[in-house]
């Protein structure tokens, strides 16, 4: 296995962090444009925290941690929320969510499809992303909603629930996400084993959704499903863009402090955002 400059560090490390060593190591000396903290109603008119990250007025992309459902947060994930909004001249809002086991599905899609009609209700243009659940949410998302969108930015999602694929077999066992993992997490986000097509969008019919950026990771369990998905959008017409990031794992993307690969496909979603949908 070869990694990436930096990843096999960063993965060492990130292994042995608590979330609130991981947030204060990966987010030490990280350049951030001007910020607000805000408050949205949640789907069962609960508040929900929000963060806009103001990077210019081509539009806005919700963008939806990831976390397995059950974890993350916007601390964690905002050296990819900044990094888009300082790169893309987009303002990005990164919003939280009800977690599982505690608020399993539907809640935390409830409260993306909230924080969408509110965004919405401000006008202009508007995109949704997300990395690993948040990107299975995003697609959810969108595969829900009357509003227009421009287009999706997506982190190397949940796209399936096939733990026998090619990429399962070969880093069932890690490094990072694991078979074991995964299958923890949809028990706690479905609990009912409904599985269906805004759980596993692999089985949505998605013709229809706007322009997709997808970015999948190599060494990961879900690349396969990324694959997939990639194939799945394009056979329904969609205009699908794709990158295969070598060397890298599972929640690469916000280890840009240690993993240049990471800055360089922000910098890709933000042009994604600057030049395909502005």
């Not at 990077?55 to 990819?80: F, K, M, V």
């Not at 202009?124 to 930015?153: D, E, F, P, Q, Y």
């Not at 399962?168 to 078979?179: D, F, I, M, S, V």
């Not at 097509?197 to 013709?207: C, F, G, K, T, W």
Request: glycine residues 12%; hydrophobic residues 45%.
């Amino acid at each position: 296995m070869r990694y990436a400059e930096g990843m096999e560090e960063a993965q060492r490390l990130n292994d042995g962090f608590t979330p609130a060593e991981a947030e204060a190591f990966w987010n030490e000396g990280l350049p951030t444009p001007e910020m607000e903290e805000l408050t949205y109603s949640g789907g069962a008119g609960q508040p929900q925290a929000a963060r806009l990250y103001k990077g210019g007025d081509a539009g806005t992309l919700l963008y939806i941690h990831g976390g397995g459902w059950a974890g993350g947060s916007i601390a964690l994930h905002e050296p990819s929320a900044a990094g888009m909004a300082l790169e893309s001249g987009w303002d990005v809002l990164s919003i939280s969510y009800r977690l599982a086991p505690a608020h399993p599905y539907p809640a935390g899609l409830e409260d993306c499809r909230a924080a969408l009609a509110w965004l919405a209700e401000k006008g202009g243009k508007i995109a949704i992303g997300g990395a690993s659940a948040g990107a299975n949410l995003a697609v959810a998302t969108a595969l829900s909603t009357t509003a227009k969108l421009a287009g999706l930015v997506l982190y190397y999602g949940v796209f399936g629930d096939d733990f026998d694929t090619e990429s399962y077999r070969a880093h069932g066992q890690g490094p990072g996400l694991t078979r074991g993992r995964m299958q923890e997490l949809f028990a706690m986000y479905d609990p009912d084993g409904l599985r269906n097509e805004l759980i596993a969008p692999l089985r949505a019919d998605v013709r229809g959704l706007p322009p997709a950026l997808l970015i999948a990771a190599e060494i990961d369990v879900l690349l396969s499903e990324n694959e997939a998905m990639a194939a799945h959008l394009r056979a329904a017409g969609v205009e699908t863009t794709w990158h295969l990031e070598p060397g890298v794992t599972h929640g690469f993307i916000n280890r840009g402090r240690l993993v240049p690969a990471a800055n360089a496909c922000i910098s890709r979603a933000a042009s994604f955002l600057r030049e395909a949908l502005t």
